[in-house]
């Protein structure tokens, strides 16, 4: 077994969690479970940042301590996690000592190394951002574009951290390590970047400004600019773990790409003798019915609402469906339902009830022994083991909605074959050989949903083991061993009947 350790970028509590926070996470979650199954031994990271200005705003604002604040905001990311079934093996909080250590001890670290100075700062800073701007981050016609909020002008003592010193090393380490970044063309953007000379970075906030942060080890007068702070708990989450760091892959969002995570965290990690890590990969944004998700106009989809009221699963599924790793797509009501009904109830839905319904009517219940197969059942057999094959090489590229579209292919020319079939008529016939094709397409149709129903366990755990539950199976611990077509359901009795994707009280009239 390899190690493999993957990370969510870690949630900013300033605000209850969306769309957005619960795609990562599930994104993520997705790729963790395929490596599991994979035969990796997997360490799957997440967890909330907790410092900063806008959180000591936000605690202000609603008459509470900061600590109180973000207690009670973390557990609603928590709940998020348990809701959608995210797998995660850690969840780190950045108030937590385990990480707060960590974060002091590289910092003495670097100012020791003589990495970090101390130095007057005179320029732009932004309250919504939380860093220091530059004249080459205003617009063209000389304003400061939204994302940065109110931005003033100050002057203040501050320690800066190298950041310069290393711009060469960085350009030289992507130049050759040109899969860093996932999507690829997302990293000719960060050499972009790089391609104007870096500033070095301030990594300190007086305390008379801000008191909700890691306090400097060499200067208590001041605490840990809150990226600084934040981006460490990728290592600081498992510094007690031999064999885990470097991580494979860090999970992040297209906007905290560049500069936090492809050029702060790799010159953060070399300053400090420590490999950077191996991978980052960043995903799109979601809108909500072709415009911007905006809680306040009401254009905002609350997951763990939606979850309560389609499923998880149903919701995992559309997340991962619907959106091409790395780029942007749309969320609405409509295309969901659309989803639902047509790909999960009644294509998914229906194989499974098809399959109880006559293995019910027609054997006893009990899945009977395959028969020698025909040239129908060779069809369906070449057809899913050329499924399995392409789905599988699609996960290891994260292309999981095309993975996703040919296992439902699958699906649907299995409820095809039933069609061919027509095992309802031969369950009329007294001809043997019509009682051994009826048995045989019993088999085969059993066979062939709980083959199909294996690619789906990343995405759908939940909905793969309410099938395998009703098909009488239970699976062994090879992953790979599942996907090989066999007989290995003959003899099992089958439940009644399942219900796992019902009309939604919201749709019901």
């Known amino acids: 077994m390899k190690n493999f350790y993957i990370t969510t970028a870690i949630d900013y509590v300033n605000g209850s969690p969306h769309l957005g926070h619960a795609y990562e996470k599930v994104l993520t979650d997705v790729i963790a479970r395929f490596r599991r199954m994979m035969g990796d031994r997997v360490h799957f990271l997440t967890g909330v940042d907790e410092h900063g200005q806008k959180i000591q705003q936000s605690a202000r604002k609603s008459g509470k301590p900061p600590q109180q604040f973000v207690d009670e905001v973390s557990e609603e990311f928590r709940e998020m996690c348990r809701k959608l079934n995210i797998s995660n093996d850690d969840f780190i909080r950045t108030t937590e000592p385990r990480h707060k250590k960590v974060v002091r001890d590289i910092l003495q670290k670097l100012y020791d190394a003589g990495e970090i100075y101390k130095a007057e700062y005179k320029g732009f800073y932004s309250t919504r951002q939380e860093q220091f701007l530059q004249e080459k981050d205003r617009n063209p016609d000389g304003t400061w574009p939204e994302i940065f909020g109110e931005v003033t002008e100050i002057t203040e003592s501050n320690y800066f951290f190298r950041l310069q010193k290393y711009q060469d090393w960085l350009i030289s380490y992507l130049n050759e390590n040109d899969s860093f970044v996932f999507p690829r063309y997302r990293q000719k953007q960060v050499l972009e970047f790089l391609s104007e000379p870096l500033n070095d970075l301030c990594i300190s906030r007086p305390k008379e400004r801000l008191e909700w942060g890691i306090p400097l080890p060499f200067d208590e007068n001041f605490v840990t600019y809150v990226w600084f702070d934040a981006l460490l708990n990728y290592y600081s989450a498992v510094v007690d773990k031999p064999g885990v760091w470097p991580a494979d892959f860090h999970v992040i969002g297209k906007d905290i790409l560049v500069p936090p995570h492809a050029v702060y965290w790799p010159i953060m990690l070399r300053a400090a003798g420590l490999p950077p890590p191996k991978a980052l990969l960043a995903h799109g944004w979601w809108s909500i019915n072709g415009a911007k998700m905006s809680k306040s106009t009401g254009n905002f989809v609350e997951p763990i609402q939606f979850a309560n009221t389609y499923g998880a699963d149903a919701l995992r599924y559309f997340l991962i469906r619907e959106m091409s790793v790395g780029q942007d797509s749309d969320f609405s009501q409509q295309q969901f339902l659309a989803r639902y009904n047509a790909e999960l109830a009644n294509n998914l839905g229906n194989l499974v009830n098809r399959t109880l319904n006559m ?83 019993l088999a085969t149709m059993a066979e062939a949903l709980r083959c199909g129903v294996s690619l789906l366990q990343a995405v759908m755990p939940e909905t793969t083991q309410k099938i395998y539950g009703v098909l009488g199976h239970t699976p062994g611990a090879v992953w790979k061993e599942e996907l090989v077509w066999g007989d290995r359901l003959s003899g099992k009795k089958v439940a009644e009947t399942a219900i796992l994707f019902p009309r939604p009280q919201t749709e019901k009239k």
């Open 359 to 441: 293995t019910n009517r027609f054997g006893g219940g009990v899945i009977p022994a395959a028969e020698a197969p025909q040239d129908a059942e060779r069809e369906l057999q070449a057809l899913w083991n050329k499924t399995r094959d392409e789905a599988i090489s699609l996960c290891e590229g994260f292309q999981f909605h095309i993975g996703l579209e040919r296992t439902f292919a699958f699906i649907t020319a299995t409820n095809g074959y039933i069609e061919k079939r027509a095992p309802w008529k031969l369950g009329k016939s007294t001809v043997p050989e019509d009682q051994a094709l009826l048995r045989l397409s």
